[in-house]
């Protein structure tokens, strides 16, 4: 339940940001480009008034707004002709400075100004930025005459200012949305723990109470079997009580793993002993089927992990390898040092193309349940390996090219 707490957590700060993110992104392109708006078009008044700003006087606002700015809502009002800064240069065709009318701005000398005219002519754009200043360039005969420059600093830092306090405040409400929601997150998954723990109960429970009868079942068709009682209904019962049993052995084992999957008891183990102590019992089988077995396993492969464990995990990799290999075929067995762990990978050929490995870690998964019934297969198997895998932080794959199938992983320790 750590971990669906944990992922919940995560899928709320994500969500957060992502909100967050998408409104500062909204506002600063709206903020920015409403005073880019504003600035063009006060430009757009000194250019068709001879380079000066209109007092309001001699336009009622209704008309400045409308005949000047197509319509468009601008902050002009009595004050604008007394407050606006800016100043204007003349350049001729061959892009020189011809004059530079400074007698609305104090902020800036001729040479400055002449050189911010020099750089603009270079500028691709009829309009832009140049530092704190928008320009906006004005043609005859498609030749650039004015350059109009219009200081728009106090917009430039209200618009700083206010990017400032809310990327703050989304970065300080963020915050507080993840550490409270961590606090109520025990009170989210609570249910699902205890549900699941019901769930591992009544797995536990119905286990145990099974095992009497199945093992009542199974000595008794072993004594009729003892007393000269052969047929194959017997042998059917005595058989599918041994499965039966297996099955439930392999349910508590699951059970147990996600009981235990934090607080594993962890010891050096060599992982290349337990490999070949794995492969031991398999032998007969291989031989049997004609199967040639590779070894490629490094020495020193010392991990800290849990002993019983690790041996099922083996166990389980070689089982299946030896359970679903082809006639004749091959299984590679490799076991290699990684930084702070182990890297391992089990292959063996089949007899059946392009294998879907999608489902192969799920509960009672049979990819062939046809064969998986022959080989006595219940699909289980590999779900406790991911399970030991996922308890010892690594994690294993299967990947199926032609008529192979590889199982590969890595785990920490």
Request: hydrophobic fraction near 40%; charge should be neutral.
């Amino acid at each position: 339940m750590r971990k669906l707490r944990w992922r919940l957590v995560g899928i709320v700060f994500f969500s957060v940001v992502v909100v967050f993110a998408i409104m500062n992104l909204v506002l600063i392109f709206c903020l920015r480009t409403y005073n880019n708006d504003q600035a063009d078009q006060m430009t757009q008044i000194i250019s068709e008034n001879d380079g000066t700003v209109p007092l309001m006087k001699d336009y009622d606002e209704k008309s400045v707004k409308q005949q000047l700015f197509g319509g468009n809502y601008i902050e002009f009002n009595e004050e604008s002709a007394f407050r606006t800064r800016y100043f204007c240069v003349a350049v001729n065709s061959d892009k020189q400075i011809l004059s530079v009318d400074m007698d609305h701005i104090a902020a800036v000398d001729e040479k400055k100004a002449a050189r911010m005219a020099k750089f603009v002519l270079f500028v691709k754009k009829d309009v832009g930025n140049v530092g704190n200043y928008r320009f906006r360039k004005e043609y005859s005969d498609g030749e650039v005459t004015d350059i109009i420059f219009l200081d728009f600093k106090e917009s430039q830092e209200f618009y700083q200012l206010v990017v400032t306090l809310t990327v703050g405040v989304s970065l300080l409400l963020t915050m507080l949305i993840t550490i409270i929601f961590i606090i109520a997150s025990k009170r989210v998954v609570r249910p699902f723990e205890v549900n699941s723990q019901r769930q591992k109960q009544f797995i536990t429970d119905a286990s145990h109470e099974l095992k009497t009868p199945l093992a009542i079942i199974s000595a008794n068709a072993e004594v009729l079997q003892y007393k000269g009682e052969q047929n194959e209904w017997l042998q059917n019962i005595v058989d599918q009580t041994k499965r039966m049993g297996k099955l439930i052995n392999q349910l508590l084992v699951l059970a147990k793993l996600d009981e235990v999957q934090e607080k594993n008891d962890r010891q050096d183990v060599d992982m290349k002993e337990l490999a070949e102590k794995a492969v031991e019992p398999f032998n007969e089988v291989l031989e049997r089927k004609n199967v040639k077995l590779v070894m490629e396993l490094e020495d020193n492969l010392q991990i800290r992990a849990n002993r019983e464990q690790m041996e099922q995990l083996m166990t389980i990799l070689m089982d299946n390898a030896a359970k679903y290999v082809s006639e004749e075929g091959n299984i590679t067995w490799k076991l290699s040092k990684i930084h702070k762990g182990v890297s391992f990978s089990v292959t063996n050929t089949t007899d059946q193309d392009d294998v879907d490995t999608k489902h192969l870690f799920d509960r009672f998964y049979r990819n062939d349940s046809s064969r998986s019934s022959k080989t006595g297969g219940y699909g289980i198997g590999l779900s406790i390996a991911k399970k030991i895998v996922d308890a010892h932080k690594g994690n294993i794959t299967a990947k199926a090219e032609g008529k192979t199938v590889t199982f590969s992983g890595t785990m920490q320790g």
